[in-house]
């Protein structure tokens, strides 16, 4: 791939630029975004449309390129469905739908009888799409189709559990069947006092059952998966971003290395780059069209010590850091969306690397545990900090998300910082009575 091409200023391009003639006076297909701020700038540089589609109060709306919000119900309501067939029947075009929530997903996937009848979308099949955003049945799927994972066990029950326990080699991981479960805050606390992880590191059969029966008492009886640990240092961490067509054909693939993810070890990337890997997209690319893929998808992945490659998880959605692709020239949203309106678009073969995206806030939180842990040095982290970099929030030509976040932030802390200095005042101040007073 080219790591000498100038990282390009984004500016926001006529959509007829990339639409055949004939097609000028017809109504533009708007950009459904269920998204974050990656997403909305990714199609709004290339001049298309967006619609930014969510909860109240997000700072996106306030980007440039949102050309109007719209307020929906929680992903997982009926209410959501009803709204959306609503919206739906309103727009003289049916707009192309971007996501990069899972509960947005499921709800698009397992009501697609009835969306596609007012929206473009092109997700894996219905079945394939439980299977993957379940942690469990992906393991199961995995090893039938002999995708290249660590070796991964399903407990059935405590006695299977006991019996998994003993068989493992450790340190091994556990990670919940899927994300929303562990973020809840009761389990935050529990597992990880107050974070959100990914996974959680096991050392050995005993600290494994201690954990599982902490889940048990939480409400969350084999919810979970228990995985092979691959060593190595965060950076042999990779993301996979592919689309791939109606026929399973790829139309764009791009690769970027996690430097730093928050939490450390199990969290997102929270520091990344672009790089040239065919080796990650030859192995990406191959599981995919042995499970019959189409449409978007995130891949993690980890390149073990000793060379192999080992796919983690396969998101069907878009990612946090889908803009760094767009910014690098593979902007895969332009090319789903120029898929599904069934113009041509000719996608870029190479790409810039040596890019980094950065989440400011999460990856100062990062280096602070990673240099606990002795694996990043203060002049190491500020070292690192000088490249090429494009940013999730901060934008020079689109400045007023960024500023909303901080707002947001703020506003949020000043209502936390007071009630916690308050139970922490409280708490000082209350004595323990001495049994029999």
Not at 74 to 99: H, M, N, W
Not at 203 to 226: D, M, P, T
């Amino acid at each position: 791939m080219d790591s000498t091409t100038t990282l390009s200023r984004p500016i926001i391009r006529p959509i007829t630029k990339y639409l055949a003639h004939d097609s000028q006076d017809a109504v533009q297909p708007l950009a459904l975004v269920f998204g974050g701020i990656g997403l909305i700038r990714s199609l709004g540089e290339a001049g298309i449309p967006v619609i930014a589609a969510g909860g109240p109060d997000r700072f996106e709306y306030s980007s440039r390129y949102v050309q109007r919000s719209m307020i929906f119900s929680d992903y997982d309501s009926r209410a959501f469905i009803d709204e959306l067939i609503r919206a739906g029947k309103q727009f003289e075009s049916k707009p192309v739908v971007f996501t990069d929530s899972d509960m947005a997903l499921k709800a698009f996937s397992r009501h697609r009888d009835v969306l596609e009848h007012y929206y473009r979308f092109l997700f894996a099949d219905k079945e394939l799409i439980e299977d993957l955003v379940d942690k469990r049945r992906f393991g199961i799927l995995a090893q039938t189709h002999h995708l290249p994972i660590p070796c991964t066990y399903v407990p059935k029950d405590a006695d299977d559990l006991r019996a998994i326990s003993a068989l493992l080699q450790y340190p091994c991981i556990i990670k919940p069947e899927n994300q929303e479960l562990w973020a809840r805050k009761d389990v935050a606390e529990a597992l990880f006092g107050g974070e959100i992880s990914k996974a959680l590191k096991i050392q050995s059969s005993k600290e494994l059952l201690s954990i599982c029966r902490k889940l048990a008492a939480l409400g969350f009886e084999n919810n979970y998966v228990i995985q092979e640990y691959i060593d190595g240092r965060d950076e042999m961490l990779y993301d996979l971003h592919v689309y791939l067509d109606r026929h399973s054909e790829v139309r764009a693939a791009f690769v970027g290395q996690k430097i730093r993810t928050y939490p450390i070890h199990f969290g997102m990337g929270c520091y990344t780059r672009s790089v040239d890997r065919p080796d990650i997209i030859k192995v990406g690319v191959s599981a995919l069209r042995n499970l019959g893929y189409k449409g978007i998808a995130n891949m993690n992945l980890k390149v073990a010590p000793d060379g192999r490659i080992t796919i983690l998880e396969i998101n069907p959605r878009y990612s946090l850091w889908t803009y760094l692709g767009a910014r690098c020239r593979i902007n895969i949203p332009l090319i789903n969306y120029m898929d599904l309106i069934g113009k041509p678009y000719a996608s870029p073969t190479t790409y810039t690397t040596n890019v980094y995206w950065c989440l400011g806030g999460n990856d100062l939180r990062a280096f602070l545990r990673y240099r606990t842990s002795g694996e990043w040095t203060f002049w190491m982290w500020f070292g690192s900090l000088f490249h090429r970099k494009v940013y999730q929030y901060f934008n020079w030509y689109d400045p007023l998300p960024f500023v909303c976040a901080v707002v947001q932030f703020t506003v949020l802390r000043a209502k936390v910082w007071p009630q916690r200095l308050l139970r922490k005042r409280v708490s000082e101040k209350i004595m323990p009575m001495r049994a029999g007073s």
